[in-house]
């Protein structure tokens, strides 16, 4: 390898080997080293889309228990079908927010995207067609709050790790879980440093909030950057309750 790895950088390239997507690579094996830290046994997963994140944690050995809320219906399908057999990981067709509700949301063309926010137009020129609307459901919407506790009976000392991906929608998430923050040892959102969706709060603003909840920043990792000159759009961001 060493020397296939000189031979490249001969002809000016670099070469390094990749398992997974390389965002996803180096923030899994933090998330996982942090799980072992917390002790932690109860992932819930907000925005889980078609079950990647559930399938890199059982990847990675994590053995406890996965909960997931996806609320586009044939994202949903793709999610039902990664954890039908497996007995602690359960999926929930309906969002998360600050309170119950029902509210429409845009399903994208590249249904990672869709969203209850409506793109800017720097996101469309970034993005291109996949900020292209296809159409829009009504979903439903809970509280953390309201289900946190059903899910946690039966686990002896819970320790949560709180996974958010909602298309900037995070801070509707955790403002939903007033209540239940004191079981949530640490979090995973999305921080968009430019503006993707109308009306998302800042990086700033999203960092203070989780600021005042106890949360300090223990990784950030990028997850889009602006092609003309490289500045980051999006991070993804790993956080912990500071202990006292």
């Not at 980051?232 to 309750?241: A, G, L, N, R, S």
Request: proline fraction near 2%.
């Amino acid at each position: 390898m060493k020397l296939i790895k000189q031979i490249a950088n001969f002809f000016g390239y670099d070469l390094y080997r990749v398992k997974i997507k390389d965002n996803h690579l180096v923030i899994d094996r933090h998330v996982f080293n942090l799980f072992k830290i917390l002790n932690v046994n109860c992932v819930i997963d907000v925005g889980a889309h078609k079950g990647e994140f559930g399938r890199r944690l059982r990847r990675n050995g994590f053995l406890g228990q996965i909960i997931s809320f996806e609320p586009v219906q044939h994202s949903f399908k793709e999610l039902s079908l990664c954890c039908k057999n497996d007995p602690k990981w359960k999926a929930y067709n309906f969002a998360l927010g600050s309170e119950e509700s029902t509210k429409t949301i845009k399903v994208m063309k590249s249904d990672d995207f869709s969203s209850f926010l409506t793109p800017v137009s720097y996101s469309k020129e970034r993005f291109k067609d996949s900020l292209d609307i296809d159409h829009a459901e009504n979903v439903q919407v809970k509280t953390i709050d309201s289900i946190l506790f059903k899910i946690l009976k039966d686990i002896n000392k819970p320790c949560v790790f709180l996974k958010m991906d909602t298309q900037g929608f995070d801070l509707e998430v955790i403002k939903g879980a007033q209540k239940s923050i004191n079981n949530i040892f640490g979090i995973q959102s999305e921080l968009s440093f430019k503006q993707i969706y109308k009306d998302a709060p800042d990086y700033i603003h999203v960092l203070k909030k989780y600021n005042e909840l106890g949360f300090r920043v223990s990784g950030l990792y990028p997850v889009s950057r602006d092609k003309r000159n490289l500045v980051i759009i999006e991070y993804d961001c790993v956080m912990v309750k500071e202990l006292t």
